[in-house]
């Protein structure tokens, strides 16, 4: 057969992230949220890891896969892997699939697609809920099942996965800048699942615990990808890279013996990351560690089953992640329903204080299937899922009107980025190979001085110092 994965790109979205419902992009509102829009959305991250297994799976299984980006082919079966913010525009190309092909199987998978089911209940297609890669093992029963819905289940063993199949994509274009400066970048993956109970997460929708894949075959991943495709730097999707310590120290073991040196990301939690794990993971390449801060306020975290930890440490983190050389990109949330004007300028000046690489100010979203959404249905604003794409607010707030609400996210980026001390701080990042060429210049005594050095005329003209928010 010949199988279309459709996907897209509509409205700037990244379908890895969020537990598979996607996240979109920051858009500015003013002249200097515009600059920030523009270095935030300069990158072209790979596609899903998913349709990466799938490519592989179907292959292995002697179809042909097409990959289909914004437009449609024909093709013997489509698969569309949607994310929350995506729905409406995939409900419409399956519409056009159903009258142009109407032959042709449709298949929707994912965490979209386990989660709410009924966004494609009044099409021609069949939903199929569980982990999207089950579908190469399963896919005689599921062309043989009459269902609208079927259950894929998950995978007992992550090592049985074939290593994605990246030649029907774009690959060569695909980049994670924030990360990395070696490209291009691809997905990999060595565990899945998390076990912190955050009611608003969704990585723990499927299930609340930790699966791990062998470290030589993440490795190995990695060395094919390489000498195949020509990646050079790797961005891991574990929710909760590190949760078993010594599958840490031999995925980082193995990486070490590669052949060639690479770069590659994480993201976590700061105790699972102590500073002799990130000096050998920096020895092996890492470059980058995304952690999720969310908010100063331990009640509000408290209220919501997030673990606090110590806000000293949380600074110590970022302060030894830099002297490490290793970028921290740390994820803030604003938006609970009980915010106030005053909450919210609270993780601003938090933020400016801890002063990662990068912050991402997330708006509070109410993803289908968490504790969240539960215990907050009659607080929702809106069920357009195209709104959600964690930068629009969805709720109604107790103390905030959405038009203060949308005002204050604006703010966060606008004031944190338009700052002397974060560029002085984070400007090696921005131009890490200006930085290896004047670093030799410096010893240990002066690497604070060589660390604030100007970066550019044109920096010191459009930063400035904003009025405290």
């Known amino acids: 057969m010949h199988i279309a994965l459709c996907d897209t790109r509509q409205g700037g979205v990244f379908k890895d992230f969020a537990g ?275 908010t100063p306020n331990r009640d509000t975290l408290l209220k919501y089953h997030r673990a606090p930890i110590r806000n000293d440490k949380q600074s110590h983190f970022v302060d030894m992640c830099r002297e490490l050389g290793i970028r921290v990109v740390a994820g803030f949330m604003i938006g609970f329903p009980e915010d106030t004007r005053e909450s919210i300028r609270a993780v601003l000046r938090y933020a400016k204080r801890v002063n990662p690489f990068v912050a991402n100010f997330n708006v509070c979203t109410p993803y289908p299937g968490t504790e969240f959404l539960d215990d907050i249905q009659g607080q929702i604003d809106s069920r357009d899922w195209s709104r959600y794409d964690v930068y629009t607010p969805n709720l109604k707030y107790e103390n905030l009107t959405t038009e203060q609400m949308v005002a204050l996210h604006q703010d966060c980026f606008r004031h944190y980025y338009w700052r002397w001390p974060w560029l002085s701080a984070n400007w090696q990042y921005l131009m890490p190979r200006l930085h290896s060429l004047l670093s030799p210049l410096f010893g240990p005594r002066h690497r604070e001085t060589a660390a604030a050095l100007p970066v550019t005329a044109m920096a010191l003209d459009v930063i400035d110092q904003p009025k405290v928010a």
């Open 20 to 294: 598979g419902f996607g996240v979109g992009t920051f858009r500015g509102r003013s002249v200097r949220g515009k600059v920030i829009e523009h270095f935030f959305n300069r990158d072209i991250r790979p596609s899903a890891l998913a349709l990466g297994y799938l490519a592989a799976g179907l292959k292995r299984l002697g179809h042909t896969v097409e990959y289909c980006l914004d437009e449609l082919a024909p093709a013997d079966a489509h698969v569309f892997l949607p994310a929350l913010m995506t729905v409406p525009r995939e409900r419409t190309l399956i519409r056009e699939i159903n009258t142009r092909w109407p032959q042709s199987r449709v298949l929707v998978l994912g965490q979209v697609a386990s989660t709410i089911p009924e966004a494609f209940a009044d099409l021609n297609c069949q939903v199929l809920a569980g982990e999207p890669e089950q579908l190469a093992a399963k896919w005689d029963d599921v062309l043989s099942s009459t269902e609208r819905a079927v259950q894929l289940g998950t995978i007992a063993n992550l090592d049985d996965l074939p290593f994605p199949d990246w030649s029907p994509f774009p690959h060569q274009r695909f980049r994670v800048g924030y990360d990395f400066w070696k490209f291009p970048t691809a997905y990999v993956q060595s565990s899945r699942g998390c076990t912190l109970s955050c009611s608003y997460c969704p990585y723990i929708i499927l299930e609340n615990k930790v699966r791990t894949r062998s470290p030589d075959s993440v490795a190995e991943e990695i060395r094919h990808d390489y000498d195949t495709y020509g990646f050079r730097s790797f961005k891991f999707r574990d929710p909760l890279f590190g949760a078993h310590k010594k599958h840490l120290v031999e995925i980082a073991e193995h990486i070490g013996n590669l052949p060639r040196k690479i770069q590659f990301s994480v993201e976590s939690r700061i105790e699972l990351l102590p500073r002799e794990t990130l000096r050998i993971l920096r020895d092996v390449g890492l470059t980058s560690v995304t952690v999720g801060i969310e």
